[in-house]
């Protein structure tokens, strides 16, 4: 059989795996195992647990629980809402200050999470109730957060992008860099869309009233965010200041969010610590989990040659570069409505970033655009981890109303991807800037 | 019949032309054979290759035999501080009894030689020359293989661990000084815009690592006369290109690092000599502590000359 | 919708003693996987350390922290199957009716079953072959490698018997809970 067909078989096998609601990464191992055994003999399947091993045998790895756990740790104070009410009684003169504050936490709170679901519960628990107490609209109280919290996966650190250097050797650093400021055009966006709904629902009269705070309530609660920003710098300047590796840096992080949480927020009980490094714990086994897996499916992707054959395939296609951008875009859409991020990234980078770099791309910009296509498939149904947070904190709220008040920050999205198409420079000035030109497209 | 090839680098890089052209050769050949390449470690990651080979799951592999050296501490000797001097030095040790043994433990895991090859490495320094043993006091180095970071720590280096692809950012943001690996990984990591300094291999040079091609034994004797000659006559072809390229390689290397403005600096006679001795107190002695049959094996290479 | 939670919702659900017992043991390894991630985390910055501030070498943490993060997640495995946290697809079974609902989720249960012991099963071949070979990592630590190998079998193996008891308690929950 040739491998393109093979190709389709082996797609259509792991849908129907998938979607009978089987563990992802149980659904990947099955997939890639029953077309081992078929195409390589059964006794291929002894090679199943090197595969796994190998995969997660990755110093690099180690930051995704680090960076977990940073996000967890602060999430499990109140952090989250001194940094919005701080954010809020600063924006006095901004109408909507509310949507506009938490909108903003998150994009902070991003910067200190490799994230995305706990940046959502973080701001959300107290964002979202305070938000509809004020009268925002239920749609927009909801989405706001959920599409807010994706940010944690592109404002560094980043636990997507980690996997994306690591899946095609590009550096971390540079990663990392690419996403701020597609990162503050995305919570731009948000930030707009949000008015304008809340204006449009006619509830514009009381959400969007200014309230005006007094200096002494505005230094009140700056003693509570200057850790916030300590925490960034200091993270920031192990990173890029000579002291650890970026796979390193999580580390030193991990610990300095957990004497905030301790030292700041008087988190002295045992239980609570041990709340957090359970939490981190559950989620990074979960995403390690679907990384070793995700190995053994590449690996028979590879093996069957379904791999080097589509990206032949794609790269033989004669269509110009913007349309191929587009086809790559609607593939790693869909990929994403059924596929947690790690996954997508860890099986199609390796094929898709030969082919985009031969177009023309840069490989920096590229790792953005997938990051953000891995952010609408968190708040799209079926696999939208950041819709089911949203409705495990806001359980009144019905499913319905957090998924219809997503639709226009998933348009959002999509629009910032135009845009970071017509001006690639979002992506790539920073990284430049700071670390000088990429090393030979790499 | 269909062989699988896989090795770890790019479709650039000198090792993956020998495969190409083993490939090419056996094609042309006509012999109903035909070999996929796996660049890139698309198949199997670099460390991962040679147990496979070993159990026939893998067919071919261009592989750092030292790699192996968890499994065959012997062939740690494969890359030990100045056992080799240059590239024709090298290439009499292909032929040698050494060489003999170490085949004689591949096949006992099943292994053969296809094509041999060594290629040679360098020192860089982010801010200093790296000549002789007091250059390296206190600098935080990375250093590729074992037997180099025994040696580096016993001259009074710092050790760092870390992927050869984090060596740029390392010494870009300080936290490394200095690196010592392969010419062409001095080349295809664009090290020359951090090292100021560089030592290529010259007429004597400490790090030279043998990289073959190897095949699964019982794979290569399961083919057809035809077929084994035609392997053997691909295999013969590129064994010249790699010795050649590999001499290219270290002049090239150095070209680039003049032509990006770094300061490029010779080994010398003593400079090579101190290595060694340092090297016997730490590295070679580390290696026959680990290897029952140790002694015998580096007079068999320290016999070549 | 889709089911991963890190925010958690534990139901306790109506257990045999059989089942609380499994429970309990994948508690314990999860309790292990958190341990050693804090363990990762606490080498990291003294590495950190010791290089940054003492100028020394580094040979033994990277490779022990990537070691801790593998046992980490395998034995994280059988705790976050207990706690309902493995994300999936819940699309089509959530279309369904009750019944066959139920049905749909004893075959993925059993498939996974089958999937997990396949690769406990050769995990454990891998250990052995390691642990008969005295095979080492080959590096400046040189650590045997059966050791971290170990992680693969114990892991799977324990997920395994999580997944058993998930799949008794669909097929046959005890009485109190039909
Ligand atoms: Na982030
Ligand atoms: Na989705």
């Known amino acids: 059989m040739d491998p393109l067909t093979l190709g389709a078989f082996v797609a259509i096998a792991t849908v129907l795996i998938l979607v009978a609601g089987i563990p992802v990464a149980v659904g990947l191992l099955i997939t890639a195992s029953a077309f081992i055994a078929i195409f390589d003999g059964p006794g291929a399947l002894e090679e199943l647990p090197y595969k796994f091993f190998s995969q997660l045998d990755n110093f690099a790895l180690l930051s995704i629980p680090m960076f977990v756990i940073m996000g967890a740790a602060i999430a499990s104070t109140r952090a989250g809402a001194d940094l919005y009410e701080a954010l809020e009684r600063w924006l006095t003169r901004v109408p909507g200050g509310l949507v506009i504050s938490n909108l903003g936490a998150c994009a902070l709170f991003a910067a200190m999470s490799g994230s995305s679901p706990a940046t959502c519960a973080a701001i959300g628990k107290m964002g979202i109730p305070e938000m509809r107490r004020r009268g925002f609209p239920d749609g927009v109280a909801a989405g706001s957060i959920a599409a807010g919290g994706t940010l944690g996966i592109l404002i560094p650190p980043s636990v997507t992008m980690i996997v994306y250097g690591i899946a095609t050797d590009t550096s971390i650093g540079r990663l990392f860099l690419a996403g701020v400021l597609p990162g503050l055009l995305l919570v731009g966006l948000f930030m707009v869309w949000s008015l304008y709904a809340t204006w449009a629902a006619g509830q514009g009269g009381e959400a969007l009233t200014r309230r005006i705070y007094s200096r002494a309530e505005k230094f009140e609660v700056l003693p509570r965010v200057l850790p916030f920003l300590a925490i960034i710098l200091a993270v920031l300047f192990v990173l890029y200041g000579g002291v650890a590796t970026p796979s390193e840096t999580a580390a030193p992080g991990a610990l300095l969010c957990v004497l905030f949480a301790v030292v700041i927020y008087r988190m002295y009980s045992f239980t609570a610590i041990w709340g957090v490094l359970r939490d981190s714990t559950r989620e990074s086994v979960m995403i390690l989990f679907i990384i070793g897996a995700a190995g053994v499916y590449s690996y028979m992707l590879s093996s069957l040659f379904i791999t080097q054959e589509i990206a032949a395939w794609i790269g033989s296609l004669e269509i110009g570069r913007w349309w191929l951008m587009g086809v790559i875009n609607l593939f790693l859409l869909v990929a994403g409505f059924f596929l947690p991020p790690v996954a997508v990234i860890l099986m199609a980078a390796p094929i898709l970033l030969p082919i985009v770099t031969t177009a023309g791309f840069d490989p920096y910009w590229f790792a953005v655009v997938l990051t953000i296509n891995m952010e609408i498939g968190l708040i799209s149904p079926p696999v939208g981890l950041n819709l089911y947070v949203i409705n495990g904190i806001a359980p009144d709220i019905s499913l319905r109303t957090i998924l219809v008040g997503s639709v226009p920050y998933v348009l959002c999205m999509v629009l910032a991807i135009v845009i970071l198409c017509a001006f690639p420079g979002l992506a790539t000035w920073l990284p430049d800037l700071v670390m000088g030109p990429a090393i030979g497209g790499i | 019949a269909e062989l699988k090839l896989s090795h770890q680098w790019s479709t650039s890089d000198v090792r993956h032309k020998i495969a190409e052209i083993v490939a090419e050769e056996v094609a042309a050949a006509d012999v109903d054979l035909e070999i996929k390449i796996y660049p890139s470690k698309s198949l199997f990651k670099p460390r991962e290759q040679y147990r496979p080979l070993s159990t026939g799951r893998l067919d071919m592999t261009v592989f750092p035999l030292s790699y192996a050296g968890g499994e065959r501490p012997e062939y740690n000797l494969t890359l030990m501080p100045g056992l080799v001097k240059n590239h024709d030095h090298a290439a009499r040790l292909n032929e040698s009894a050494f060489m003999d043994e170490i085949e004689a433990l591949m096949a006992e895991d099943d292994v053969m030689v296809l094509v041999h090859g060594y290629l040679a490495g360098g020192f860089g320094g982010k801010d200093r020359c790296i000549t002789s043993p007091d250059d390296v006091q206190g600098m935080q180095t990375r250093a590729a293989g074992k037997a180099f970071e025994q040696m580096l720590a016993a001259a009074g280096a710092s050790i760092a661990s870390m992927a050869s692809s984090e060596i740029y950012t390392a010494m870009q943001t300080g936290v490394l000084d200095a690196a010592n690996t392969s010419s062409s990984s001095f080349v295809s990591y664009r090290l020359y815009e951090q090292i100021s300094c560089y030592t290529p291999a010259g007429d004597v040079a400490l790090w030279f690592m043998y990289q073959p091609m190897l095949m699964n034994k019982s794979t290569f004797e399961g083919l057809t006369p035809e077929q084994q000659a035609a392997l053997r006559a691909g295999a013969a072809k590129a064994e010249a290109y790699y010795l050649e390229e590999a001499k290219k390689a270290d002049a090239e290397s150095a070209r680039v690092f003049e032509e990006n403005g770094a300061e490029i600096v010779q080994m010398s006679q003593e400079d090579f000599d101190a290595w060694r001795a340092i090297a016997k107190e730490s590295s070679y002695k580390a290696f026959l502590e680990s290897v029952p049959d140790g002694q015998r094996l580096l007079d068999l290479a320290l016999a070549v000359e | ?178």
């Not at chain 3, 020394?56 to 705790?79: D, K, N, R």
């Not at chain 3, 099963?121 to 891998?126: A, E, I, K, R, T």
């Open chain 3, 1 to 178: 919708m889709s089911h991963a939670l890190p925010t958690g919702t534990d139901k306790p659900r109506p257990e045999t003693r059989l089942q609380r017992l499994v429970g309990a043991l994948s508690t314990v390894s999860g309790v292990c996987s958190a341990t050693m991630i804090a363990a990762a985390v606490l080498i990291t910055c003294q590495m950190v350390v010791v290089r940054y501030v003492l100028n020394g070498s580094t040979i033994w943490q990277t490779e022990a922290v990537t070691y801790l993060m593998i046992a980490a997640t395998l034995l994280g495995l059988p705790y976050v199957q207990r706690r309902r946290g493995h994300v999936q697809v819940d699309l089509i079974p959530e279309m369904l009716p009750r019944g066959a609902r139920r049905v749909l989720a004893a075959i993925t249960l059993a498939l996974a079953v089958a999937m997990i012991g396949l690769m406990a099963w050769h995990s454990y071949d891998v250990w052995k072959l390691h642990f008969d070979r005295g095979w080492r990592s080959g590096t400046a630590w040189d650590v045997k490698l059966w050791v971290p190998y170990l992680a693969m079998p114990v892991g799977f193996g324990l997920y395994l018997l999580q997944l058993i008891a998930d799949f008794a308690a669909e097929i046959a929950p005890p009485p109190e809970a039909r």
